[in-house]
C-alpha cells in the first residue's frame, strides 16, 4: 500500500508570495492532518479535514488555509509568505477522526515539504 | 490540553533494552497514550499506544502505570536505527484527530 505522499518535496519561495502544498493520503483514509514543524516551536498542529469539511483549527494566522477534495486528497495554502513561515510542513492520514473518547486511529505522516522563505 | 514530560535526551548501546519514560501527571480518564517517533529527515511514524493496560507490537512494548500518570517506552533490543526522536502524546480530547507534541527524547544508539 503507497504511503502519504508530498509534493513537492522542497521549496523556494520570495516572501510576501502565496503557496500551495499538496498531500494525498493513504488510499482509504479519509481523515487528513497538517502540521508545521520548525526548530524553534517544534510540531505544530494546523488543521484537520474529514468529508471535505475543516474539523479542527490550531492557533495560526488566517494566511494559512487548506482545503480537502472529494477524492480525500488535500491543500494547504500560504498567503503574503513571511520569513518565519520557513519549515518542514507535515501531513498525516488516518482512516477517519477518533469519535470522542473513543479509539484512536493510527496517523500515517508524509515525508514533509520543506518550504524556505527568503 | 493534557501535557507531557519527557528528558531530552538518552543514550543506548546496540542490541540493549532501552526503557523511555514519560510523566502524564494530568491525564484524564479517556485520554489515549501514544508514542511516536521521528527517524532523521522523515515524518513521524507511529510506534505503539494504550489506554490501561500494557501493549506490545512488534514495534515496542508499552508500559503504563496503574495511576496512568507515567508511561515507559521500551525498545527490547536496540539498533541503530532506531536512533530518532520519540514523542509521547496524550491525545486531544473529542472527536479529532490532533496531536499535541513536546519536545520529545532524542535517542542516540551507539555501536
Known amino acids: 500500500k503507497a504511503g502519504v505522499t508530498q509534493t513537492p518535496r522542497y521549496l523556494i519561495k520570495t516572501r510576501g508570495q502565496q503557496v500551495t502544498l499538496s498531500c494525498s493520503p493513504i488510499?482509504?483514509?479519509?481523515?487528513v492532518s497538517w502540521y508545521q514543524q520548525t526548530p524553534g516551536q517544534g510540531l505544530q498542529f494546523l488543521f484537520e479535514?474529514?468529508?471535505?469539511?475543516?474539523?479542527n483549527k490550531g492557533n495560526f494566522p488566517g494566511r494559512f488555509s487548506g482545503r480537502q477534495f472529494s477524492n480525500s486528497r488535500s491543500e494547504m495554502n500560504v498567503s503574503t509568505l513571511e520569513l518565519g513561515d520557513s519549515a518542514l510542513y507535515l501531513c498525516?492520514?488516518?482512516?477517519?477522526?477518533?469519535?470522542?473518547?473513543?479509539?484512536?486511529?493510527?496517523?500515517?505522516f508524509g515525508p514533509g515539504t520543506r518550504l524556505t522563505v527568503t | 490540553d493534557a501535557k507531557t514530560t519527557q528528558p531530552n535526551s538518552m543514550e543506548s548501546n546496540e542490541e540493549e533494552p532501552v526503557h523511555l519514560p514519560c510523566n502524564h501527571s494530568?491525564?484524564?480518564?479517556?485520554?489515549?497514550i501514544h508514542w511516536y517517533r521521528q527517524l532523521p529527515s522523515q515524518g513521524p511514524e507511529y510506534v505503539i499506544h494504550?489506554?490501561?493496560s500494557n501493549v506490545n507490537n512488534r514495534m515496542a512494548s508499552l508500559a503504563i502505570a496503574e495511576d496512568r500518570k507515567s508511561s515507559t517506552l521500551i525498545l527490547h533490543r536496540a539498533t541503530l536505527r532506531d536512533a530518532a526522536v520519540y514523542y509521547c502524546?496524550?491525545?486531544?480530547?473529542?472527536?479529532?484527530?490532533?496531536?499535541?507534541f513536546g519536545t520529545g527524547t532524542l535517542l542516540a544508539v551507539q555501536p
Open positions: 498525516a492520514s488516518s482512516l477517519r477522526p477518533r469519535p470522542a473518547g473513543g479509539f484512536s486511529y493510527e496517523q500515517y
Open positions: 488510499s482509504g483514509h479519509r481523515s
Open positions: 479535514y474529514f468529508s471535505e469539511t475543516q474539523r
Open positions: 494530568t491525564i484524564s480518564g479517556t485520554d489515549y
Open positions: 494504550g489506554l490501561t
Open positions: 502524546i496524550l491525545r486531544d480530547s473529542g472527536a479529532t484527530n490532533k496531536l499535541i
